[in-house]
């Protein structure tokens, strides 16, 4: 098992920035790959930012690309999401996620809420 703890989201002005925190305990050669998810209400969950636990390379999904960065501290077992340039159509609440050898996103964080304002 893994557990994930998420931190720092809040409401911020168009424009504005914030990063948030993942830090992972448990059973942590299981982990492949962390990733940042995010759930607008009434839509789907969708991959915003992955980054592999060894090597660091990262994935960006086009509507984050070059406002957001995904990293990490393997030293403390966290991983980062430093998002710029926010805008309302941001505002979600955003998971945390461990992406296994299986290649399957198999532990979950309890999500933190973002919410931009126009």
Not at 65 to 71: A, I, N
Not at 72 to 93: I, W
Request: proline fraction near 2%; aromatic fraction near 10%.
């Amino acid at each position: 098992q893994v557990q994930l703890v998420e931190s720092g989201g809040g409401l911020v002005q168009t424009g504005g920035s914030l990063r948030l925190s993942c830090a992972a305990s448990g059973r942590l050669s299981s982990i492949n790959a962390m990733a940042w998810f995010r759930q607008a209400p009434g839509k789907e969950r969708t991959l915003v930012a992955r980054i592999t636990w060894s090597g660091g390379r990262t994935f960006h999904a086009d509507s984050v690309k070059g406002r957001f960065t995904v990293s990490s501290d393997n030293a403390k077992n966290t991983v980062y999401l430093q998002m710029n340039s926010l805008k309302p159509e941001d505002t979600a609440v955003y998971y945390c996620a461990v992406r296994t050898s299986d290649l399957k996103y198999t532990y979950w964080g309890q999500g933190t809420q973002v919410t931009v304002s126009s």
